[in-house]
């Protein structure tokens, strides 16, 4: 087990790349640079940040969640996009250690984070983030043991070319887009890292919750209404899921 220093410096680890995460969902679906300014900037007053106003989260309590020049209210997404970063962190410490498989699966994990956040504004998955991350994938495959190149490359086929498929009939039959091209290259990327089983664990797993939550908006809503829901939260919430539980339940259900 590791001692409390060790889980404290993980977590403020995460938590701090959680800060930049809010940058890159602020700022990559507007085209703007996430390295210019390298200073943060109130969304209201573009006025700079001050250094002890951007500590993650402390600052948002201590600020009461709102701009000291401006008094203009915070999101509160950005603490809680900091602190999901911090228990993603520490989560990956005890499963995989202090290792390079633990490093990999952070920084997948934390670029599902951005899309998740961005699709769910947008309606858009950034291709800077899904186009990189598939050789990048590939890549990163030599660094997992449970993963090899083979199984990545089917990984991507099979993440990749399973979305153009539906999409491909949806549109034949129904005669519109049902599924972005974005999503077709999410799996595709997550199939580089997590390999075919992945990605079969993942459609289930992200069809079964955007089911029950689509059925459930519109029960709230009206029954009759047709509307759109992004589906990359639902494929980045069963990669995640698969990342620290699949290997488990794949064993559980060939056994």
């Given at each position: 087990?590791?001692?409390?220093?060790?889980?404290?410096?993980?977590?403020?680890?995460?938590?701090?790349?959680?800060?930049?995460?809010?940058?890159?969902?602020?700022?990559?679906?507007t085209s703007k640079s996430i390295a210019n300014p390298s200073?943060?900037?109130?969304?209201?007053?573009?006025r700079r940040i001050r250094f002890y106003d951007n500590i993650p989260v402390l600052s948002y309590i201590w600020l009461k969640g709102r701009c000291?020049?401006?008094?203009?209210?915070?999101?509160?997404?950005?603490?809680?996009?900091?602190?999901?970063?911090?228990?993603?962190a520490v989560s990956l410490l005890f499963k995989f250690g202090l290792s390079l498989e633990s490093l990999v699966y952070f920084t997948f994990i934390s670029s599902l984070i951005v899309i998740t956040f961005i699709d769910?504004?947008?309606?858009?998955?950034?291709?800077?983030?899904t186009l990189p991350g598939i050789p990048m994938g590939l890549i990163a495959s030599f660094a997992l043991p449970t993963m090899t190149l083979k199984a990545s490359v089917l990984g991507l086929l099979l993440g990749g070319g399973s979305l153009w498929f539906v999409a491909w009939a949806y549109n034949l039959i129904a005669h519109r887009d049902g599924m972005g091209g974005g999503d077709i290259k999410l799996l595709a990327m997550m199939g580089t890292i997590i390999g075919w089983k992945g990605v079969i664990f993942t459609i289930f797993a992200s069809s079964v919750i955007g089911?029950?939550?689509?059925?459930?908006?519109?029960?709230?809503?009206n029954k009759n209404m047709k509307f759109a829901i992004p589906f990359g939260p639902f494929l980045s919430i069963g990669a995640i899921a698969y990342v620290f539980l699949g290997s488990q339940f794949?064993?559980?259900?060939?056994?």
């Open positions: 087990m590791f001692n409390f220093l060790t889980v404290s410096i993980i977590f403020i680890f995460g938590m701090c790349i959680g800060s930049f995460l809010n940058v890159c969902i602020y700022r990559l679906p200073h943060s900037i109130c969304p209201s007053c573009s000291r020049n401006c008094n203009a209210p915070i999101s509160f997404r950005y603490p809680l996009v900091e602190l999901m970063n911090g228990i993603v769910l504004d947008h309606q858009i998955i950034p291709d800077i983030i089911s029950c939550v689509g059925i459930t908006m519109m029960l709230i809503k794949i064993a559980w259900y060939f056994s």
